[in-house]
């Protein structure tokens, strides 16, 4: 039987970073994966999806980039080169990994593997024998009742990846962050986009006020969203909502969350990443890792949300819901009175930060690189430094972190 010190399943970033710590320790790894290296985050996620939301962002700057002063012609978007592009990123990235993994010298298995016990992993034809097993074998795109798949009509986020052309017109099942990135993506691209939550409000897991914005956004760019409303049926691709409203999209793209790959709990083996059902999210996977390998502390209400698209939203700690009233103190500044908003023409959005006995315990950003500015904020929240403390900073000018400075004195 072949032996290692650590066995990993599953080669997305909870499994390849464990890899890598492991190796770097010195411990002889065995990574086990079925698909290809990186996971659903290189391959399916994070990364696919930020190209093409990135190619969307270029072809409206472009569209509306006469309001800059600066006029463009014959504008054409040849949406195959958007995959071409995409696809390219995802390999130069996977590349880069495998490569990582090979210098480690940690043994890649691409086999489906199987825990038999809490040392002892099945692949087709071998057995490995491993001190110390991690299971990081991730999540897929959740089913449900009456918008089964059929990767034509009715698409998984897998599925969206691989259009060969934009759609005339979508409709997107769910407003979590999947949803929401790809309405954005859509409309960017000029597709008549319209999306449906089941919740009172869009992206229901953000703080109220997040997601009262997002819907001031939606509308202000033109996408059509239903609020506590599911699809009643399908026919013949007549999509009718439960409030009798008959859609007719092109596509369906149906993003109501991912379930975790099916696994058994087996005492003595690690559980990482999506797998968990808990948060999911690369950097909590990446996180997790670390924690186990690294015994690098990980306090997982530290989580930092973030949703891509212009203007970014990102939060981290308490929602205003989730606070007593008159038990905190809200600072908000909005976006519109930075100096770097207007010279950019992002005038949209809020800096939240919500704190208790003078500590932060919650900040929510909707704003132009919300996902670098949250981590100002976060090392600040998880090492104790209080508002007094963080206004002896010196933010640069202009930028939008004078937005946290700004609301530091409100
Ligand atoms: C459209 C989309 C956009 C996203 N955007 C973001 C984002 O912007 N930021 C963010 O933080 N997160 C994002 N996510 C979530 C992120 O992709 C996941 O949280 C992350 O990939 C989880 O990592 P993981 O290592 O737990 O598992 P995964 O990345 O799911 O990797 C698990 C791997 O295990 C392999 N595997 C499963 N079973 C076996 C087996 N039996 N044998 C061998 N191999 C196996 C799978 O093939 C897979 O490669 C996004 C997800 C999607 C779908």
Same mark, same amino acid.
């Given at each position: 039987m072949n032996k290692f010190d650590v066995g990993i399943i599953g080669g997305g970033p909870g499994g390849y970073t464990a890899a890598l710590h492991a190796a770097a320790k010195g411990e002889k790894v065995v990574l086990f994966e079925k698909d290809n290296i990186g996971g659903v985050c290189l391959n399916k996620g994070c990364i696919p999806t930020k190209s093409i939301l990135h190619s969307s962002e270029v072809y409206k700057q472009i569209i509306n980039s006469a309001s800059f002063g600066v006029s463009v012609e014959n504008i054409n978007l040849d949406y195959s080169k958007v995959k071409e592009r995409k696809n390219k990123t995802v390999e130069i990235l996977r590349k880069g990994i495998e490569l990582a993994l090979k210098n480690s010298k940690v043994s890649v298995v691409k086999e489906e593997a199987h825990i038999v016990s809490s040392n002892v992993i099945q692949t087709k034809n071998n057995q490995y024998e491993c001190n110390k097993i991690i299971c990081a074998t991730g999540s897929s795109p959740k089913v449900v009742k009456g918008l089964e798949? $059929?990767?034509?009509?009715?698409?998984s986020s897998d599925d969206i990846l691989d259009l060969d052309k934009l759609p005339e017109s979508v409709l997107i099942v769910g407003s979590g962050a999947i949803g929401i990135e790809w309405a954005r993506i859509f409309n960017n691209f000029g597709v008549d986009t319209t999306v449906i939550e089941l919740?009172?409000?869009?992206?229901?897991?953000? $703080?109220t006020e997040v997601s009262k914005r997002v819907e001031r956004i939606f509308k202000s760019n033109k996408i059509k969203y239903y609020t506590e409303t599911s699809v009643q049926k399908i026919e013949n691709h007549k999509v009718i909502l439960s409030n009798n409203e008959i859609i007719e999209p092109e596509i369906v793209l149906v993003a109501v969350g991912r379930t975790p790959n099916p696994h058994t709990i087996i005492e003595g083996i690690e559980y990482i990443g999506d797998v968990c059902g808990e948060i999911q999210l690369a950097h909590y996977a990446i996180k997790q890792a670390l924690e186990k390998i690294d015994d690098i502390e990980f306090r997982k209400e530290y989580t930092p949300s973030v949703v891509y698209g212009n203007p970014e939203i990102a939060w981290v700690g308490k929602?205003?819901?989730d606070l007593e009233p008159n038990t905190y103190k809200k600072s908000m500044v909005l976006v519109s009175a930075l100096g770097k908003a207007h010279c950019d023409g992002n005038t949209d959005g809020f800096i939240k930060i919500l704190s208790q006995d003078n500590k932060i315990v919650g900040v929510h950003i909707v704003c132009a690189e919300a996902s670098s500015l949250i981590l100002q904020l976060l090392i600040a929240m998880q090492n104790g430094i209080n508002a007094e403390k963080l206004k002896e900073i010196c933010f640069p000018h202009p930028t939008y972190s004078e937005g946290i400075f700004e609301a530091l004195f409100k």
């Open positions: 798949f $059929d990767h034509k009509f009715l698409l919740a009172s409000s869009l992206l229901p897991i953000a $703080d929602r205003e819901q």
